[in-house]
C-alpha cells in the first residue's frame, strides 16, 4: 500500500475518471488527483473549476485529495512522497501512448512506477474531449458525467 498520484486534464471529470479514482482508493493508502496547468493548453474549465468539481464528485473517499501541478509529474510525486502514478487504460491506442509516457517517467525518476488500471468496459468510449465535442452540438452527455458536470458543461456551451 503506497501513495499513488492519478494525473489528468480532468476537462471536465467523466464517469471514466471517477470510476479509477473509486477502484484505486481501496487499493492505495492515499491518492492525490493532480490537475495539470499548462498554459501551452487550451481548457474548456479553469483550474479552479475542475478543482472544484473533482472535489465535490470525490468527497465520499476519505484517502483522496485533489491538487493542481504545473510542471512535471514526477517532480510532483518525489516532493509529495507518491511512489505510484496511476493512469486509467482505455484501449490499445492509451495503451501504447501510457506505455512509453510510464518510460519517460520511470528514466526522469526511477522511484517513482506507473501502474495501469483498466477501464471497465462501459466507460470505453468515454473521453473528455469527445464530451465537449458532444456538448458543444447539443448531444447528451449525461450517460458520460455525473448530473454536476453535465450542468457545468451545458453552461459553458449556455445550453
Ligand atoms: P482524457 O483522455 O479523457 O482527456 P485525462 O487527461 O483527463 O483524459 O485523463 C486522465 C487519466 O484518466 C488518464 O490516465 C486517462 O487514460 C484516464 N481516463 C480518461 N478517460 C477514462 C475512462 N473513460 N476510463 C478510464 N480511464 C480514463
Not at 34 to 54: D, H, I, Q, S
Not at 121 to 131: A, D, E, F, L, R
Request: proline share 4%.
Amino acid at each position: 500500500m503506497s501513495k499513488a498520484v492519478f494525473p489528468g486534464s480532468f476537462d471536465p471529470p467523466t464517469l471514466g475518471h471517477l470510476n479509477i479514482i473509486e477502484r484505486a482508493s481501496s487499493l492505495f493508502t492515499e491518492i492525490d488527483v493532480v490537475v495539470a496547468v499548462n498554459p501551452e493548453k487550451k481548457y474548456l474549465f479553469t483550474p479552479e473549476e475542475r478543482v472544484e468539481m473533482l472535489r465535490e464528485l470525490t468527497k465520499i473517499y476519505s484517502n483522496v485529495k485533489i491538487h493542481t501541478w504545473n510542471s512535471l509529474i514526477v517532480d510532483y510525486a518525489k516532493k509529495n512522497g507518491a511512489d505510484v502514478l496511476l493512469r486509467g487504460i482505455r484501449n490499445a491506442t492509451d495503451f501504447a501512448y501510457e506505455f512509453d509516457l510510464s518510460l519517460i517517467n520511470h528514466s526522469l525518476n526511477n522511484k517513482v512506477d506507473t501502474i495501469f488500471i483498466p477501464c471497465e468496459q462501459k466507460y470505453v468510449t468515454i473521453k473528455s474531449s469527445s464530451i465537449k465535442e458532444l456538448a458543444r452540438f447539443g448531444g447528451d452527455i449525461s450517460q458520460m458525467v455525473p448530473e454536476l458536470v453535465a450542468r457545468e458543461v451545458q453552461k459553458k456551451f449556455k445550453i
